[in-house]
Nanobody, 115 residues
Framework: QVQLVESGGGLVQAGESLRLSCAAS????????MAWYRQAPGKEREEVAS???????TYVDSVKGRFYISSDAAKNTLTLQMNSLKSEDTALYYC?????????WGQGTQVTVSS
């Protein structure tokens, strides 16, 4: 069973940075695409950033220019660099991978930004 394990969340002040990591138990080159999602209390889960197997990336408008998604095939990890954090970035962040017909989720890591 493929597993994704997130790390790197925490409590920071507005304007600071955090780096989230997602370790995969499977070679990430086997995934069609990977993404970071987040879910704030009382809100629906939203896709924050994604990266295709070919390296193309997409971002939700609210994080463009502040967040950067990357992958390291040698380490089988997905990373989300988050800069200039805002209180509205507070959420539970999930790593996601699409492998053929399968959708794989991590358990989530909490990011809390205090203003």
């Amino acid at each position: 069973q493929v597993q994704l394990v997130e790390s790197g969340g925490g409590l920071v002040q507005a304007g600071e940075s955090l780096r989230l990591s997602c370790a995969a138990s499977e070679r990430i080159l086997n995934f069609n695409w990977m993404a970071w999602y987040r879910q704030a209390p009382g809100k629906e889960r939203e896709e924050v950033a994604s990266i295709l197997a070919g390296g193309a990336t997409t971002y939700v408008d609210s994080v463009k220019g502040r967040f950067y998604i990357s992958s390291d095939a040698a380490k089988n990890t997905l990373t989300l660099q988050m800069n200039s954090l805002k209180s509205e970035d507070t959420a539970l962040y999930y790593c996601f991978a699409r492998w053929g017909p399968d959708k794989i989720w991590g358990q989530g890591t909490q990011v809390t930004v205090s203003s």
